[in-house]
């Protein structure tokens, strides 16, 4: 049995753990990774993209970056959060603001160090970061739909440094990262709706306080909408393997999205369709491989 001050120690963790959404952080390696390996430099050995010191240093930096990324976020929507997910938010609140202060300046400075190792460019690039992350958490994301596009936009920078370190400027690239973006601003905008009364009470000023959730139901038709042309063109213009496969569940799966959503009323509901967008783009990070599953299968059969 565990004495009363390893249980502590352990709660403690876990609240850090959650603070800093380790699984989320899991899910970007993977994905910077398999985003490397399949989709930036497919024809480097995968060997030598796993064991490649500078590009481990820029994921771990980028990895670090996000960590204190969703501290700072935590210390300004503490409040907020108490109201929208109380259940976390007492998770949350064993560790102190105070060390969650410590912990996101100690992070910046950390992998402002690894990036020194890659390059002064790489210093330059995570410091504008860190300062995104911070203007975002502090200002910008009160700010109607603006918010919600610069969300989405600091989620996919980690992809673009590694973007940069293969300087692979291919057209299909760039489809995958506006199908990944119009994905993340969706799931944005679906947060907004699942947290009003939380917003309403920090003075928020989200599209459906202002306008009401009619009109942030249009807005999200649209980007819904919009989404088709990118899953269009990686299916028809693309040598894109068996990902299809995913690109083909994916156009059902936004029917039914857009179907639930217009039907929703509830705080619950949005949270179920906030949900399915996470599983809908954390599914698309694994379907990576399926990009090139044939040359797998024959280093292991």
Not at 84 to 105: A, W
Not at 195 to 213: C, F, S, V
Not at 241 to 269: P, T
């Amino acid at each position: 049995m565990l004495s009363r001050k390893n249980k502590l120690i352990l709660l403690k963790l876990l609240s850090l753990f959650s603070v800093v959404r380790g699984y989320n952080i899991l899910i970007i390696v993977i994905a910077q990774y398999l985003t490397s390996i399949f989709i930036l430099a497919p024809h480097v050995p995968i060997s030598h993209i796993l064991f490649d010191t500078k590009l481990f240093v820029l994921i771990l930096a980028s990895s670090i970056v996000i960590a204190s990324g969703y501290i700072i976020n935590n210390f300004y929507d503490r409040e907020k959060d108490l109201i929208n997910r109380p259940q976390k938010s007492m998770l949350d609140r064993l560790v102190s603001q105070r060390t969650k202060l410590t912990g996101y300046f100690v992070l910046n400075f950390l992998s402002v160090v690894l990036a020194s190792y890659v390059s002064f460019r790489a210093v330059l690039f995570f410091s504008i970061y860190i300062f995104g992350i911070w203007i975002y958490s502090h200002k910008l994301k009160k700010i109607p739909l603006f918010g919600n596009i610069i969300a989405a936009l600091l989620s996919i920078i980690p992809f673009f440094a590694v973007f940069v370190y293969y300087k692979n400027f291919d057209h299909v690239i760039f489809v995958h990262a506006s199908y990944l973006f119009l994905l993340l601003v969706i799931r944005e905008m679906v947060k907004d709706l699942s947290t009003i009364k939380g917003d309403l009470a920090q003075d928020y000023h989200t599209l459906p306080i202002l306008y009401g959730e009619k009109v942030s139901k249009r807005v999200i038709t649209i980007l819904v909408l919009a989404c088709i042309l990118p899953t269009y063109l990686l299916l028809t213009q693309y040598d894109i393997g068996y990902m299809g496969i995913y690109f083909n569940i994916v156009l059902s799966l936004l029917f039914f999205f857009l179907v639930g959503l217009w039907l929703s009323k509830a705080q619950r509901h949005y949270l179920w369709l906030h949900n399915a967008m996470k599983f809908i783009i954390v599914s698309g990070v694994f379907n990576i491989v399926l990009i090139d599953i044939e040359s797998i299968l024959r280093k292991f059969l």
